[in-house]
């Protein structure tokens, strides 16, 4: 029998009651056949999440900056391994709770619209082919080729969704359809089409007047029919009382759970679904409706060999979480993660020289975990990076706040002076700076209260602009190391600074892999997944969806670095030959990786191909797309 036949055969045997209850988030245990509890609620963002010990890999922006596919694909590969591994001992406990099964609600694969969006550093950036071959490749690595689904993918969050935060669950996106096919839709279509996700994720706003969740155009008419999906929806969580106490769509929850559920919702995250009996009982809908949604929940968890004792993966053993094989490959990943936007040939630093490690960035554990991140048993910050692969004395100074000046007549720590000192006492100075994640981040997230998770503008905290000033007056070579899942206004760093590197949330060994590029252990060859604006200023207003004027297809100004900009330790000569085929010749002195971009020039630019590849110095390949 295949997985659907065995799933039809056993909802057939529930009650109406019982098929209701399985399709919430929290599903309960129906002994009577033999069903454990389950919870659908699982992250992976960019490593196991929210379950203890893990791989915490490099944030998905950081990821996107590769433009590798391939190790894009490793990664997950990597955390679907881990995943499993977690579930083969949860299991024995003899059910799931939150966080332990092995449905994931990983990729972000919208759109990076507009920088001052909080969650941006979840997504692969602003581009629909880089986020749909990117995502491609981690759904394939999550999923996995077997019998059985190693785990499921969920892509999210469908769809025309990247805030503002503060109003997402009332918001309406008004958008074309040019740009709603080209720009919103592409990626997920793309991921259907190329990596056969298992699930789609809702989003929280309207779009054209219509729920995200119980949109007939976007559930029923694009994503089943246009599109031809064939795995099952869930909504993100309280989605579906948005409906109603926020959209005023319907008048209560039992409404907005009939509405949902047939628009193709089959899976509720909240607790909307637990007045789906009242819908049925009131005819609102049908039982015929509420059986195929089960069906196709059930098919899943056959899929996912929960009801068997052959699925091959169920001897992953526990041994792979954190294992060096991870480490060696988190290292890597953070290493292609990491953009070098200027350098005037301070780097690579010379070995011996005093470096003076300063700001407020440099010893923080949280720029290197994101959001939706697990917890790592070992780590190294940026700092200990350094002083870890440092031949000479280094010095360390906080220098100022992340965000806060302190009274100058409190008894507040002021540092200041201390990274004067340290800067004066070196050779070269290291400016780790930037935001970290409890600056940008989902609703509720960040500090900035009533942003609720989005950045007001671009500018770097007051107090960091200060201290960068008053230190390059120190007339000391300076590197400055932004750390931010977002573009930020680098106009004064990239005026005062020797060398620029934007450094994503870049993972567990954030710390080793920075230091692996100032040292010329290896050449950096990320590109920006993003543009880096010079300002807010210069961007239509955040609550305006129309792409006009946004991303580097459409942006009418000149950008500070431009998407795809990222610089290496060599020089590389791209000779294209025609549309089509380009020899790469690596000119300089170092061996390095060199991601090759193809656009193509109609009425705007747009990116068509990439292809990541390694070239020693001296070498030529040709690639062809």
Not at 230 to 248: F, P, Q, T
Not at 438 to 445: A, C, L, N, P, Y
Request: hydrophobic fraction near 35%.
């Amino acid at each position: 029998m295949t997985f659907l036949e065995r799933a039809k055969d056993l909802v057939a045997q529930m009650t109406v009651e019982e098929k209701i209850s399985q399709m919430r988030y929290d599903a309960p245990a129906i002994e009577r056949l033999g069903i454990p509890a389950y919870n659908w609620w699982n992250e992976c963002l960019h490593g196991v999440a929210r379950q203890g010990a893990a791989t915490v890999f490099p944030q998905a922006i950081g990821m996107a900056s590769s433009f590798d596919t391939d190790m894009m694909y490793r990664v997950a590969t990597a955390i679907s391994d881990e995943a499993r591994a977690k579930y083969n001992e949860f299991k024995k406990f003899g059910n799931t709770e939150i966080y332990q099964g092995l449905t994931f609600w990983s990729p972000n694969i919208n759109i990076f619209r507009d920088p001052r969006w909080g969650r941006g550093h979840e997504t692969y950036g602003e581009d629909p082919y880089l986020t749909g071959r990117m995502g491609t490749a981690f759904i394939k690595g999550l999923q996995g080729e077997g019998k059985y689904r190693k785990l499921d993918a969920t892509i999210k969050h469908y769809a025309v969704h990247s805030g503002p935060e503060s109003l997402r669950h009332e918001f309406d996106a008004r958008v074309s359809d040019k740009d709603l096919y080209e720009t919103y839709l592409w990626a997920f279509k793309y991921c259907i089409d190329n990596a056969d996700p298992s699930a789609v994720m809702g989003a929280y706003n309207r779009v054209g007047g219509e729920p995200c969740c119980g949109s007939k155009r976007l559930l029923s008419d694009i994503l089943y029919g246009e599109f031809g999906f064939k795995g099952y929806v869930v909504s993100d969580c309280g989605a579906i009382v948005d409906i109603h106490a926020h959209h005023k769509i319907t008048g209560s929850a039992a409404e907005s759970s009939a509405l949902a559920v047939n628009m193709g919702c089959q899976l509720n995250c909240g607790k909307a679904y637990h007045w789906l009996k009242e819908a049925f009982e009131r005819g609102l809908v049908s039982v015929e409706t509420i059986t195929a949604a089960v069906e196709k929940l059930f098919e899943a968890r056959f899929r996912l060999g929960m009801f068997d004792d052959d699925c091959e993966y169920d001897n992953i053993p526990f041994d792979v979480v954190e294992c060096r094989k991870h480490t060696e490959l988190n290292r890597k990943m953070a290493q292609k993660s990491m953009v070098l936007l200027k350098n005037d040939g301070i780097l690579p630093l010379k070995q011996g020289m005093t470096v003076a490690v300063i700001g407020p960035n440099a010893d923080s554990k949280s720029v290197l975990l994101g959001n939706y991140n697990g917890t790592p048993s070992r780590y190294t910050t940026l700092l200990r990076g350094i002083q870890d692969a440092s031949e000479g004395k280094v010095i360390y100074a906080r220098g100022c706040h992340l965000y806060r000046n302190p009274n100058p007549e409190s008894w507040e720590e002021h540092p200041l002076r201390e990274a004067i000192i340290a800067a004066r006492k070196a050779d070269v100075v290291v400016l780790c700076m930037g935001i970290d994640p409890s600056m940008e981040g989902e609703e509720g997230d960040a500090y900035n209260g009533d942003m609720s998770g989005d950045k007001k503008d671009l500018s770097l905290p007051l107090g960091q602009l200060d201290l960068l000033n008053r230190l390059v007056r120190e007339g000391k070579p300076t590197v400055m190391v932004n750390v931010s899942g977002s573009c930020i206004d680098l106009r004064d760093a990239d005026a005062h600074c020797n060398a620029v590197i934007q450094c994503f949330y870049p993972g567990a060994e954030g710390g080793n892999a920075l230091a692996d590029i100032l040292y010329g252990k290896v050449s950096p060859s990320a590109r920006l997944p993003v543009s880096f604006y010079r300002s807010a200023d210069d961007l239509p207003p955040f609550e305006d969806y129309s792409m006009e004027n946004r991303t580097y297809k459409f942006f009418k100004g000149e950008c500070l670095y431009d998407f795809g900009f990222g610089l290496t330790y060599s020089e590389i000569k791209e000779d294209w030959k025609d549309e089509n085929t380009v020899v790469l010749t690596n000119c300089g002195e170092y061996d390095t990786d060199y991601s090759v971009l193809k656009f193509c020039y109609v009425s705007h630019k747009e990116l068509r191909d990439f292809k990541c590849v390694h070239l020693k110095k001296g070498e030529s390949i040709t690639v062809k797309f």
